[in-house]
């Protein structure tokens, strides 16, 4: 016998309330700017445990929100200071595919 059963909007909104709590608890270090960008994914439909970036683990899976959020950010930081060629350096580009040109901006505005 098949489990027919419909979820009201009311259970599907509490389950998603106490999921989002849940998530947010894992992370006693999140800012309010965080928070707020987060909650602003989540209203939207969008799982925690996927980013807007598409940023995945080496296995394939993608990471979590918050955890994408950090690690753009900090790679921002890292890149900061840095020309296109440096850049792309650093990202792992092979070296014959980036220019010498310091005003080559091409691959990077792909990204």
Not at 27 to 41: C, G, H, I, N
Not at 53 to 69: H, K, M, T, V, Y
């Amino acid at each position: 016998m098949q489990n027919e059963h419909s979820y009201t909007e009311e259970e599907l909104r509490r389950y998603r309330k106490e999921a989002l709590r849940k998530y947010e608890s894992r992370f006693p270090d999140l800012t309010a700017a965080e928070r707020a960008e987060l909650r602003k994914w989540y209203r939207q439909g969008n799982d925690v445990y996927s980013n807007p970036s598409q940023i995945c683990r080496e296995n394939g899976w993608p990471l979590d929100f918050i955890s994408a959020s950090r690690l753009e950010a900090d790679l921002v930081d890292e890149l900061e200071g840095m020309t296109q060629a440096e850049a792309l350096r650093y990202l792992g580009w092979d070296q014959a595919e980036v220019p010498d040109d310091p005003t080559y901006t091409g691959a990077l505005e792909t990204m």
